[in-house]
């Protein structure tokens, strides 16, 4: 949404690319003063059960003479070996590169994600090279939604549409938010059904073009992306009584109880409207129109489903009657309708959790989904998980969340698209990171490798540089590599964490670490988050000024596991060995009548999560 003018708050393994360096981005290692660079992608965002994966490691010899070796590659579930590729011989001549394709069939088993590593080593053994990526097998998206956006349609070759939407692949991101592809909110579809418009101006007057969104879709489909169409549940443009559209005001929603004073959200100069009107969504004739509306819609465009947008807290409001409108009640049945008559999915934002107690309980939309905004109570790192925890408490585990949370907003104001200036960093990771922690995913990737920072998503005020963009990756494959853990269920747990000599909150306390534990399926998971150079827990990073947090090594680490039998430990972080498993040793001890088990964890920058597995 629009805060500023809202009232309101190919083959081998894995989904996506991740270059390995000795930062943790991509790790190169030299043989006799000798280097290889290498990088793996695979050819989807997300698999159906049996599908084949494909792989590609592009690999890079910087040095004058050619290097050869073997590039070895295995898969795991949780650190348990689940598959291996054949060595496949790599030889590359100096100051070029090639590329190898590898195929892999995964288990047929549904919603599961693998961790995929992958060396070239030397007829010696050296290791020249590692490339590491992740697979996520699912039938269906919504188990675990990884939502990117686009917001741009100029005119674009399909080849250039490809390009775009493979940078966003190499993410796992599989599900695609099309923010402002339509013509008017209340009449979504420019043309006809029958003849459907080759191009119309959006409402900030920028041309859109058919074929392109067309081409997006069907790429994304491609590469495993659902596709949604953006729109309001209940907008129209200003002038709608005399457009030709048949919106009537009776289906107004009003500040006064006299009909007079439609809620209306005033537009940037130069728009194509001065104004977006606000309807009532519990109004029978509007709902029926809207609906038809998008009915249109998914005739001419092959959209999977809508994402639903609203306003958020509009105070007190009435109907064109003077009836007051209890308006977050009429939510969940205006969203059951559109499942209903649409037969498709539906994705609706609760703004600031404007609406979400009924929605996420009672609607039938396919995920949830919420922009989060201080002012509204989602203000510290610990509100975000929060907001995670409800979305699974009122939904009974039965959806997943998505957060929209931007980053860096009173900074990104002293630049703009022309003159873009940075995401900090470390403010973005440490987002991320409670976010992924907590279970949740965050809306933030697009348009050509973009991230959003403001609620109109054409707002590239901001760019990320080439060490976030490769952070990043590694930040996504772990969330694939791990989502059984991060994703698949598990719930809160009060099991204590003490670290050496390390102040431990659990709460997201500046100067500490965070530590929440979870515990499901076997396992008990703790995370902890690197807090300790931070002055405040706001997650915001309005003034882009969140440090970059200390590296703590050999962390020795106390936790109280209870009753339970303990099988093995394993540390894992997007910061460390490009996120694959380190098995622990552990020892059993006991304090004050309660069991606790001690290990030491090799690293802790951003992010670590050790998960314990008990026995059977």
Not at 111 to 131: D, K, P
Not at 327 to 338: E, I, R, V
Not at 545 to 571: C, I, L, R
């Amino acid at each position: 949404m629009r805060n500023g003018w809202v009232r309101k708050g190919l083959t081998i393994m894995g989904g996506g690319m991740l270059l390995i360096t000795t930062l943790g981005f991509s790790t190169v290692q030299k043989a006799a003063m000798l280097t290889l660079q290498a990088s793996m992608t695979t050819n989807k965002a997300r698999y159906n059960p049996g599908e084949p994966v494909k792989f590609q490691v592009s690999v890079t010899n910087p040095n004058d003479g050619t290097l050869s070796g073997n590039l070895y590659i295995s898969v795991n579930h949780l650190a348990e070996p689940t598959g291996s590729l054949s060595p496949q011989r790599i030889s590359v001549p100096g100051k070029s590169s090639r590329i190898y394709v590898l195929t892999w069939t995964p288990p047929t088993k549904d919603y599961q994600g693998y961790f995929v590593g992958g060396s070239i080593r030397s007829q010696a053994g050296t290791i020249l090279a590692r490339v590491a990526t992740a697979i996520d097998v699912s039938s269906s998206w919504v188990k675990f939604p990884r939502y990117g956006f686009v917001s741009e349609y100029p005119q674009m070759s399909r080849t250039a549409v490809q390009h775009e939407l493979a940078q966003l692949k190499n993410y796992h991101i599989d599900g695609l938010q099309f923010y402002d592809w339509q013509w008017k909110h209340n009449v979504p579809l420019a043309g006809t059904v029958a003849h459907p418009a080759a191009s119309w101006h959006d409402i900030a007057g920028r041309t859109n073009y058919r074929q392109t969104i067309l081409n997006m879709i069907q790429a994304g489909h491609q590469l495993g992306m659902a596709s949604f169409n953006y729109n309001l549940m209940y907008g129209g443009w200003a002038g709608y009584q005399t457009d030709g559209s048949g919106v009537k005001p009776a289906w107004g929603l009003y500040y006064d109880n006299g009909g007079a004073l439609q809620v209306s959200v005033s537009m940037p100069g130069g728009w194509s409207t001065s104004a977006i009107d606000v309807f009532n969504p519990g109004n029978s004739g509007w709902r029926q129109y809207i609906l038809h509306q998008e009915a249109n819609v998914f005739k001419a465009y092959p959209f999977d489903g809508w994402q639903v947008d609203q306003l958020g807290n509009q105070g007190t409001v009435f109907d064109a009657k003077g009836q007051q409108v209890h308006l977050q009640a009429t939510f969940a049945p205006f969203l059951n309708d559109a499942v209903r008559s649409l037969h498709k999915e539906i994705i609706f934002n609760d703004v600031g959790e404007y609406g979400l107690q009924s929605v996420a309980a009672h609607s039938n939309e396919s995920v949830a989904y919420v922009e989060c905004w201080p002012n509204s109570g989602q203000a510290t790192f610990n509100d975000l998980k929060t907001t995670i925890d409800s979305i699974n408490a009122l939904s009974k585990g039965k959806k997943s969340a998505i957060l929209a949370a931007y980053l860096d907003s009173t900074y990104a104001n002293s630049f703009s698209g022309q003159n873009p200036g940075y995401f900090n960093n470390a403010g973005v990771l440490l987002a991320d990171a409670t976010i992924f922690a907590s279970g949740g995913d965050h809306i933030e990737l697009g348009d050509n490798l973009q991230m959003l920072n403001a609620p109109y998503f054409p707002n590239h005020n901001l760019i990320m540089d080439a060490a976030l963009k490769a952070k990043l990756l590694s930040y996504y494959n772990f969330m694939v590599a791990y989502e059984n853990l991060l994703r698949g269920g598990l719930v809160n747990t009060k099991n204590s964490v003490a670290l050496h000599g390390l102040k431990v909150s659990q709460d997201g306390s500046p100067q500490t670490v965070w530590a929440f534990t979870k515990a499901g399926g076997g396992y008990d998971v703790i995370q902890l988050i690197n807090l300790y150079r931070q002055t405040t827990n706001l997650w915001q990073d309005s003034s882009a000024s969140t440090p970059t947090p200390p590296t703590f090594h050999n962390v020795q680490v106390k936790y109280y596991v209870g009753q339970e039998k303990v099988k093995d430990v394993y540390a894992a972080s997007p910061d460390f060995q490009n996120g694959a498993a380190t098995k622990l040793k552990y020892t059993y001890s006991v304090f004050r009548g309660k069991r606790y088990i001690s290990f030491t964890v090799p690293s802790l920058q951003y992010w670590d999560m050790i998960y314990v597995k008990k026995t059977s």
